[in-house]
């Protein structure tokens, strides 16, 4: 065969895929070269044994990589003997960075071997693990453009790092004791802590103490999970009273008495990406980890640094043999920030904004480039937050268009960027509630931008004009001339899953949550929508809840309960209900606000009822976070276990679902657990025949399911089996958060089909 000229794109630099080539060129006798550029990798190559090496590049990459697709052309370049890797080409950009990754089982064994020279060493890394979207600063992915470009490679690192048949060949973050960053224990004033810095942080966490510890990208807060004390410290410093934490341990044995983990949830801690993972609680609770809750968050040590503290406590064992025995080292690991703000990621950050929060800090001198939280997930996999190990991995499209920023909506908000036939969704960057969040959210869209050498030449951004995300979509518009389109928020729900799912055809959507501008001007949350691209039509909705107090209602359960309560021709019962239920509340003022129609303003949320029926059952009257009505009502109904739907407990009329007939029941109901589980039951068997008389009138085959509610794993399965018995196909996120987390990438799908549909911006 002549020689080729292959051009490889995808998640192809950083990943070790040079030295890959390189050794398979080698092993089949080849001529050519490798190369990282812009696009990705190229490699001109020649040989008598091209045709197997055509055949097997694909299919042997390395752990870390993945290929999008080949292109392969001719080559005219006449070949030398054997085969190099040459220097890398700066060019248009169209590859991606990678996400970090958890630390390798090689590399583990080095920080494990005393004689080795990255012995408890820990910033260990090679090209199969460690930092790579958090220490980047650009294109081509290289270490002059890396955080570590200030650490200059000591004579033993630069050989490995120039020897293609090492792992660490090109290894942009590697380093070692003598060239590498270092790390350092402060106390609360910033004075050193004498001693060495891991086993001084260890018998602080052991004695109560809460150390903010700097990982990959950004700060922890962390103290001993099963020290109440220590616990109950941690929420009062961090203004965090009830909304649960996460807990490390060394491994599946160690956790096993506090969550239920199988396979599907291990595959998970264990894969590159090492997210917190919810599983269900195990026979022995921690205090004041998770309370109220049926699911507690855990993660093992994804990087070196982490992973020795366990080695610390274990007495510095060598080898690997004590990784697989269950530790008592368990350790609450929360994200470093002061309530509401973005997360800590620098040093001197760390000491302002962390001050009377830590006790301690052990940190290190590697800069993070780029904050990114924690990502959480519960087996299937189902994002509650991507983040960490997952950006920016693309979501693949399934056409092709103009570049599109997105700039998301107010709650869980993050950003996205379109580029050709992918999608690349920021990290988390939550709330934009304060001055801090909404800076960060400029600077996740400058980096993303940049990372990406994208210029959009269109604007999304959410339909309600307030949001510091759509003032900045137009900022931006204005600033790069480019046209900025609003999406109202439940057809971006919906657009999200058609992107995903890459359905082009028109679709049925439930977009169910706790609240987005309509276009009517409403507070819409539970919607029937028939979604066809750019064009979003309303079939039906939930029957309307008042709001008491407008959004304190939101905040207060008890409060859409008096509501729905009154709507549901229940006003007479109230009293009584209350004198059991919530004595210390008085009914009086809000039954006169809602006779009056005063500060009412209505709402087709199904989360207000989500609230209703958790105040009406005694599970909460004013939720301490945001969803903690809901998560506690489910979490109750999972744990009763399944019951069957009410008969008649919901009515449909002209494309409103009524939940109000079940409301009787529920109130003579003095067991909250089965209470709940009935009102999931004849909730998900209503959705399901609402859904159904759409498709019916539609002429539809699909369903799509998204917004908060859809992270209510006990009402999407039911929802599903009821579905699924009239043989239609539910489509739920999988790649993205179902809930405002994923809403920018919907905002972008719509508006490369607005355009496409010519719909003006």
């Known amino acids: 065969m002549s020689a080729r000229l292959l051009r490889i794109r995808g998640l192809v630099q950083g990943v070790g895929f040079r030295p890959y080539v390189w050794q398979l060129a080698g092993e089949l006798g080849l001529a050519g070269w490798v190369r990282n550029d812009g696009a990705g990798v190229t490699i001109a190559v020649d040989g008598e044994k091209l045709p197997e090496f055509l055949a097997r590049l694909p299919q042997e990459i390395p752990a870390l990589a993945r290929v999008d697709g080949i292109d392969n052309d001719a080559c005219d370049e006449a070949l030398a003997p054997g085969f190099i890797i040459r220097d890398s080409l700066s060019g248009v950009l169209a590859t991606a960075i990678g996400p970090d990754a958890a630390i390798c089982p090689a590399c583990i064994a080095d920080i494990c071997d005393p004689a080795s020279r990255r012995w408890r060493y820990p910033f260990t890394t090679c090209t199969h693990c460690g930092p790579r979207y958090t220490v980047?600063?650009?294109?081509?992915?290289?270490?002059?453009?890396?955080?570590?470009?200030?650490?200059?490679?000591c004579p033993a690192c630069a050989a490995e790092y120039a020897d293609p048949a090492d792992r660490r060949f090109h290894a942009e973050t590697t380093c070692c004791p003598d060239c590498g960053p270092r790390l350092h224990l402060l106390d609360a004033s910033g004075a050193a802590v004498d001693g060495d810095p891991l086993a001084k942080t260890v018998e602080l966490l052991q004695n109560g103490a809460i150390v903010a510890i700097k990982g990959l990208g950004g700060f922890h807060l962390a103290c001993a999970a099963d020290n109440a004390q220590a616990v109950a410290e941690l929420r009062r410093r961090k203004q965090r009273e009830a909304k649960p934490f996460a807990v490390m341990g060394l491994n599946a044995a160690s956790l096993a008495a506090q969550a239920r983990i199988g396979a599907a949830e291990l595959a998970l801690l264990r894969s590159p990406a090492a997210p917190i993972v919810l599983c269900a609680k195990g026979n022995s609770e921690l205090a004041e980890v998770a309370p109220g809750l049926s699911r507690l968050g855990v993660m093992l040590p994804a990087t070196p640094l982490h992973l020795l503290l366990w080695h610390e406590a274990a007495g510095r064992p060598a080898g690997t043999g004590w990784l697989t025995q269950a530790s008592p080292l368990l350790l609450v690991m929360t994200s470093a920030n002061p309530h509401g703000e973005p997360l800590v990621i620098d040093n001197d950050e760390a000491h302002e904004r962390l001050a009377g929060i830590a006790d301690a800090f052990l940190e290190h001198d590697r800069g993070i480039v780029v904050r990114c939280d924690d990502s959480v997930l519960r087996a299937g996999p189902h994002f509650i937050r991507r983040a960490r190990g997952y950006v920016p991995l693309?979501?693949?499209?399934?056409?092709?268009?103009?570049?599109?920023?997105?700039l998301g909506a107010y709650l869980k908000n993050t950003v996205c960027v379109v580029r050709g036939r992918e999608a690349f969704l920021s990290q988390h960057v939550g709330s934009l509630d304060n001055a801090a969040s909404i800076a960060f959210l400029e600077e996740t869209v400058g980096h993303l931008l940049a990372i990406l050498d994208c210029r959009p030449a269109l604007i999304a951004h959410d339909l309600h004009p307030d949001?510091?995300?759509?003032?900045?979509?137009?900022?931006?518009?204005?600033e790069l001339g480019v046209p900025a389109l609003a999406v109202a928020h439940h057809h971006a729900h919906i657009a999200a899953i058609c992107a995903e799912h890459a359905v082009n055809e028109p679709i049925i959507g439930l977009a169910l949550d706790g609240v987005g501008l309509?276009?009517?001007?409403?507070?819409?949350?539970?919607?029937?929508?028939?979604?066809?691209?750019?064009?979003?039509?309303?079939?039906?909705?939930?029957?309307?809840?008042?709001?008491?107090?407008?959004?304190?209602?939101?905040?207060?359960?008890?409060?859409?309960?008096?509501?729905?309560?009154?709507?549901?021709?229940?006003g007479h019962r109230i009293g009584d209900w209350l004198?059991?239920?919530?004595?210390?509340?008085?009914?009086?003022?809000?039954?006169?606000?809602?006779a009056r129609r005063l500060r009412c303003p209505p709402t087709s949320?199904?989360?207000?009822?989500?609230?209703?029926?958790?105040?009406?059952?005694?599970?909460?009257?004013?939720?301490?976070?945001?969803?903690?009505?809901?998560?506690?009502?489910?979490?109750?109904?999972?744990?009763?276990g399944p019951v069957d739907p009410l008969p008649g407990g919901y009515q449909l009329a002209g494309g409103e679902?009524?939940?109000?007939?079940?409301?009787?029941?529920l109130l003579d109901c003095r067991d909250p657990a089965y209470g709940a589980a009935l009102f999931h039951a004849t909730l998900s068997a209503g959705l399901a025949e609402w859904a159904l008389f759409a498709v019916d009138r539609e002429k539809l085959a699909k369903i799509a399911i998204a917004g908060g509610c859809a992270m209510n794993a006990l009402l999407v399965d039911a929802l599903q089996a009821h579905l699924a018995e009239a043989g239609v196909e539910l489509l739920q996120a999988r790649q993205v958060p179902p809930n405002d987390g994923g809403l920018a990438l919907g905002q972008a799908w719509?508006?490369?089909r607005a355009q496409e549909q010519g719909v003006n911006a």
């Open 136 to 153: 980047s600063a650009g294109l081509p992915y290289d270490r002059v453009r890396t955080s570590l470009a200030a650490f200059p490679l």
């Open 394 to 406: 693309p979501v693949a499209l399934a056409d092709d268009g103009p570049p599109v920023l997105a």
């Open 467 to 478: 949001y510091p995300s759509t003032q900045l979509a137009l900022r931006l518009a204005g």
């Open 518 to 570: 309509g276009p009517d001007g409403g507070a819409w949350g539970g919607e029937l929508l028939r979604v066809d691209g750019a064009d979003c039509r309303r079939l039906g909705h939930l029957r309307l809840l008042a709001l008491p107090g407008g959004d304190r209602a939101a905040r207060e359960p008890w409060r859409m309960a008096v509501a729905a309560l009154h709507a549901g021709g229940q």
């Open 579 to 594: 004198q059991r239920t919530w004595p210390q509340r008085d009914a009086g003022p809000l039954l006169t606000m809602l």
């Open 605 to 640: 949320s199904l989360g207000r009822w989500f609230d209703a029926v958790a105040g009406l059952l005694g599970v909460c009257a004013v939720a301490r976070y945001e969803g903690e009505a809901a998560m506690a009502l489910e979490g109750l109904a999972a744990g009763h």
């Open 657 to 665: 679902l009524d939940l109000s007939p079940l409301l009787p029941t």
């Open 750 to 752: 719509v508006a490369r």
